[in-house]
């Protein structure tokens, strides 16, 4: 067994080209490391030793067999300066008090709750869109994310922002690119000096706490179970009694608001552009609309059947994953294939990079919803997609994701047509989750077989 040599990977000799050559273009540098080098490669930046795994068993090993020797990265403590200590920042028995504590409010007699205020958001957003009087462009991705924003804050605090949810987004737009400045070397000791994007960044994470505080103690001031996901954060209890936190309870209603509004949107935004690129799919999709619904709105219990939607939303996540990058610090040797990764060593997992390889996913960028029968779904490896991690640190809000993913895009689906404008090229920009650079201008068209 090697325990002194890194795997085959990129090397340079000029201080900081590797740095630049991520920094630049993260998606293409991680697709040609694992092309270049195959499934277990290493590369060093400064002293930090790094490691690309790029095979589903590799995967599962890290997130779930063996997740105990492993812990979050440095971008944790990044990620730690917008959420806070919330259940996606944590380690350890934090993290999994605080996953106890929030389990309940994802259960399925909550869900029956939230799939109506959803589908009740995803209608109004489509009544707006019939009063427009004009025939220009939207702006899809703004429009998503204004969607999801009011979509979280009714589901998350029974709240309907109204004309805020402007100001909610930029704050949340004003706290995003203070990520990818904070993943270099020094980015926290950079983010400490008084510079005109950290004023702005503290700023505007101090608005947004302000807001959910005073939310919090709105709450408790109504003493009632407002059907939302807060108040199952203020009701709940640790095995000894101990409610969570007043600071507990906004890291973790943030990171709801934040981190869980930004990838629904990426995702539907993501889907409604290949929808449009794909009218062969759309057909199959409106068939199946009128048959399950006709033309009443969606409801959970009419999940099972939209399997064609679903399958959409799996092959949209296939190719554009919201997580697309997931990194691990080993807390000891840790030994794999014919190395030792050594203690402290970082371990990427890149969905990106998996979902995209033609040996679990033939013509991988061919869009298919075949590749989600049942058949094609066990003929692959466990870990072959794995959108939303795995193990204890699988996202909580899996099931939700998926449930508003379906329910919004059939209530939108059902009334228009999405057509994107004939200049409209798609440019990527990973941040903590895949956002889309710029705006994404399409044309609605509203359905008449409906």
């Known amino acids: 067994m090697n325990k002194t040599s890194l795997p085959a990977g990129p090397r340079s000799r000029i201080p900081g080209a590797l740095l630049r050559e991520i920094w630049c273009d993260p998606l293409a540098f991680l697709t040609n490391t694992q092309q270049r080098y195959g499934d277990l490669a290493g590369f060093q930046i400064g002293t930090q030793r790094i490691y690309l795994l790029s095979r589903p068993d590799f995967v599962q090993s890290v997130l779930v067999e063996d997740n105990r020797l492993f812990i979050k990265s440095r971008s944790n403590d990044y990620m730690k300066l917008i959420l806070g200590e919330g259940i996606l920042t944590t380690e350890g028995e934090t993290h999994h008090r605080a996953k106890r504590l929030m389990q309940p409010a994802f259960?399925?007699?909550r869900l029956q709750a939230y799939s109506r205020a959803?589908?009740?958001c995803a209608t109004q957003w489509s009544g707006q869109w019939e009063a427009r009087q004009d025939s220009a462009p939207i702006s899809l991705r703004s429009e998503m994310l204004e969607l999801t924003l009011a979509i979280v804050a009714k589901t998350l605090f029974n709240m309907d922002f109204?004309?805020?949810?402007?100001s909610v987004e930029a704050l949340i737009n004003t706290m995003l690119p203070v990520f990818r400045r904070t993943s270099l070397p020094f980015g926290l000791w950079l983010q400490k000096l008084p510079l005109p994007g950290n004023i702005r960044f503290n700023r505007a994470r101090r608005q947004l706490d302000i807001m959910i505080d005073d939310i919090i103690q709105e709450h408790r001031k109504a003493k009632t179970d407002?059907?939302?996901?807060?108040?199952m954060l203020l009701e709940a209890r640790d095995e000894d009694g101990s409610p969570m936190s007043d600071a507990q309870i906004r890291d973790e209603a943030k990171t709801i608001f934040v981190a869980g509004h930004d990838a629904v949107s990426n995702t539907l935004t993501y889907a409604l552009i290949l929808l449009s690129q794909h009218p062969t799919i759309e057909t199959e999709l409106v068939r199946e609309l009128n048959e399950v619904l006709g033309s009443r709105p969606p409801t959970l219990s009419d999940m099972p059947r939209l399997t064609s939607i679903e399958r959409f939303v799996s092959e949209t996540l296939r190719l554009y994953p919201a997580n697309w990058l997931m990194a691990r610090r080993a807390t000891e040797d840790y030994a794999l294939e014919n190395y030792v990764i050594p203690r402290g060593s970082i371990v990427l997992m890149s969905p990106w990079v998996i979902h995209r390889d033609a040996r679990f996913f033939p013509n991988p960028m061919q869009f298919d919803l075949k590749r989600w029968t049942s058949e094609a779904r066990e003929s692959r490896p466990r870990f072959s997609y794995f959108?939303?991690?795995g193990g204890p640190r699988s996202c909580i809000g899996e099931g939700f994701a998926w449930m508003e993913s379906i329910l919004v895009l059939a209530t939108l689906i059902q009334k228009w047509r999405f057509k994107t404008?004939?200049?409209f090229r798609l440019e990527?920009?990973?941040?903590?989750?895949l956002r889309i650079r710029g705006n994404v201008p399409i044309h609605l068209e509203r359905r008449r077989n409906l």
Not at 162 to 166: A, D, L, P, S
Not at 226 to 231: C, I, V, W
């Open 428 to 433: 990527l920009d990973p941040y903590i989750t």
């Open 118 to 120: 959803m589908v009740d």
């Open 387 to 389: 959108p939303f991690g």
């Open 226 to 231: 407002q059907q939302d996901l807060l108040s």
């Open 421 to 423: 404008t004939p200049d």
């Open 107 to 109: 259960h399925r007699e």
């Open 162 to 166: 109204g004309e805020r949810i402007h």
